[in-house]
């Protein structure tokens, strides 16, 4: 089982310098790809990425929430197309030094489902970096 990092990732990149077999990459283009994503045959769900992340967006894959509960102080990264109302985030974000093309902050108490995370991870490696997220 692998881990998934989710829409609440800002790129901090905690997770890639614990990572012991080097699975955590990150999406690029940007625009197409906006967090970090972890190889499936890679990972050997040994779980260090978890408690590196500082946004807590790492879950196991059979883990993943539907009904996430966003804390204050929390953002959603996205594309401009799934996320049309969000703005370049460039800065400090809880003592973390972010830059992420698109993102929000919904607020404390809103509700998202996050398992869609799953499936961007597993096309991303299927697909390759140069697949389009939006068909």
Not at 16 to 27: L, N, S, T, W
Request: charged share 25%; aromatic share 8%.
């Amino acid at each position: 089982m692998t881990h998934v990092i989710t829409a609440i990732c800002l790129r901090d990149t905690a997770c890639v310098d614990v990572c012991p077999v080097e699975c955590i990459i990150p999406g690029k283009p940007e625009s197409e790809w906006p967090w970090l994503y972890i190889d499936p045959d890679t990972c050997i769900d040994c779980g260090a990425c978890v408690p590196e992340c500082p946004y807590e967006a790492i879950f196991p894959e059979d883990e993943v929430p539907t009904a996430y509960t966003m804390k204050a102080g929390q953002y959603l990264a996205d594309t401009k197309a799934n996320l049309p109302d969000g703005k370049p985030l460039d800065g400090d974000v809880g003592g973390h030094k972010v830059k992420v093309e698109n993102a929000k902050a919904p607020g404390a108490g809103f509700v998202i489902d996050l398992t869609p995370a799953t499936e961007l991870n597993k096309a991303f490696f299927k697909e390759g970096p140069g697949y389009s997220a939006k068909g």
